[in-house]
């Protein structure tokens, strides 16, 4: 079965620090991977995904995110934090059925102080 | 950039009652999903649609639950008889094929409070 695990319940980290949000994943075959983030009283938003190709991936507000294959690990980086980056962030695993439905974690808390 | 559409943003019922969540998702998009996430907590799944029926559900989405789409552009979420516990921010989601495949779009979620 496929699953996503976020070791993370919270993140702390000073604005202008580099900040890391952890992802493992378990999936049988290769993995489709993606970030969401929330923000409070809001939707989930699109951050970036791993499908093929280089295992640096960019994406949305100066987001990245590194696989790797051998450590089963998509973890979320930012070399500079913002407060405003602060929110639930959601590691994500597309399934593998015929519903292609995405598992999600249980979700990191970033906060991002002054 | 296209987006799903979710109505209303919140609703409040008494338990025992009835209610409906409404998406629009994208367009020419053709795999639909619902999901719940109990305040702050995981996003979990509730059930996902193609081709006119269900394709795979969860434990959650038991009998209480049903899901439609009606006219072609809506996608709705019918609790029948609302607990406490069904209290949660229900998010729509939707995605195209072949290139599209790995593309999902959320709606930005209806708060659902059951008192």
């Known amino acids: 079965a496929q699953s996503v695990a976020q070791p993370e319940d919270q993140v702390n980290v000073a604005e202008g620090n580099p900040l890391t949000v952890k992802c493992t994943y378990s999936?049988?075959?290769?993995?489709?991977l993606f970030w969401y983030v929330q923000y409070p009283n809001r939707g989930l938003q699109f951050l970036l995904k791993?499908?093929?190709?280089?295992?640096l991936v960019k994406g949305s507000y100066g987001f990245e995110a590194e696989f790797n294959k051998s450590q089963t690990s998509f973890h979320l980086k930012k070399p500079s934090a913002l407060v405003s980056d602060s929110a639930l962030y959601f590691c994500?695993?597309?399934?593998?059925?015929?519903?292609?439905?995405?598992?999600f974690g249980s979700g990191t808390r970033l906060l991002v102080r002054p | 950039e296209p987006e799903v559409t979710q109505t209303p943003s919140h609703q409040v019922t008494q338990m025992g009652q009835e209610v409906i969540l409404r998406c629009v998702p994208i367009?020419?998009?053709?795999?639909f999903y619902w999901y719940r996430q109990i305040l702050g907590q995981k996003v979990e799944f509730l059930v996902s649609f193609y081709n006119n029926e269900i394709s795979e559900k969860s434990e959650i989405f038991d009998d209480q639950f049903s899901v439609e789409r009606p006219d072609g552009s809506n996608f709705t979420l019918k609790i029948r008889s609302t607990k406490l516990e069904d209290s949660a921010m229900y998010f729509c989601?939707?995605?195209?094929?072949?290139?599209?495949?790995?593309?999902?779009?959320f709606g930005s979620g209806t708060r659902l409070t059951v008192v």
């Open positions: 791993y499908i093929t190709g280089d295992n």
């Open positions: 367009s020419n998009h053709l795999y």
């Open positions: 994500a695993v597309r399934g593998m059925d015929s519903s292609y439905k995405l598992i």
């Open positions: 999936v049988s075959g290769n993995p489709y």
């Open positions: 989601a939707s995605r195209g094929q072949g290139q599209d495949l790995q593309g999902y779009t």
